[in-house]
């Protein structure tokens, strides 16, 4: 596959990966205020998971194809590694870092969307 390829399925992986950071943020905060959704909080967690993993898997191919980017793809690794420590922090007396933990996500995550979309599509010649 071309480096245009795998630079158009990281856009889209990336701005899903926003969009499952909101839907995180508004559930936590009925989670927080009123004890609901916290089954669609969960649901949202599992998407975080997919959807960081398949971003970190699309710039590894994108850093390999272009022979640069390796760290941008490293981060999205430590990103995906870090959802599954924020799942585990996501309950009882662990909260309090969890939610600290959730926006170093959400930097992570909207950085991420930043620096994918600012890159320029070029074919190889």
């Known amino acids: 596959m071309s480096p245009v390829v795998w630079l158009r399925a990281s856009r ?3 701005v899903l990966t926003v969009a499952v950071v909101a839907v ?3 559930t936590a905060g ?3 205020q009123s004890h609901q959704l916290e089954n669609v909080h ?6 975080l998971h997919v959807v960081s993993g398949a971003l970190a898997i699309t710039l590894l191919g994108l850093a390999r194809l272009r022979g640069s980017g390796w760290w941008v793809a490293g981060l999205a690794s430590v990103l995906f590694a870090f959802s599954f420590v924020q799942a585990y922090l996501g309950k009882g007396y ?5 939610i600290p933990g959730a926006l170093l996500v959400t930097v992570g995550s909207i950085w991420l969307a930043c620096w994918i979309f600012a890159q320029r599509e070029t074919q190889p010649s």
């Open 12 to 14: 889209g992986l990336a």
């Open 24 to 26: 995180l943020f508004v």
């Open 30 to 32: 009925q989670l927080v």
């Open 42 to 47: 969960g649901v949202a967690a599992i998407a």
């Open 94 to 98: 662990t909260l309090a870092i969890h």
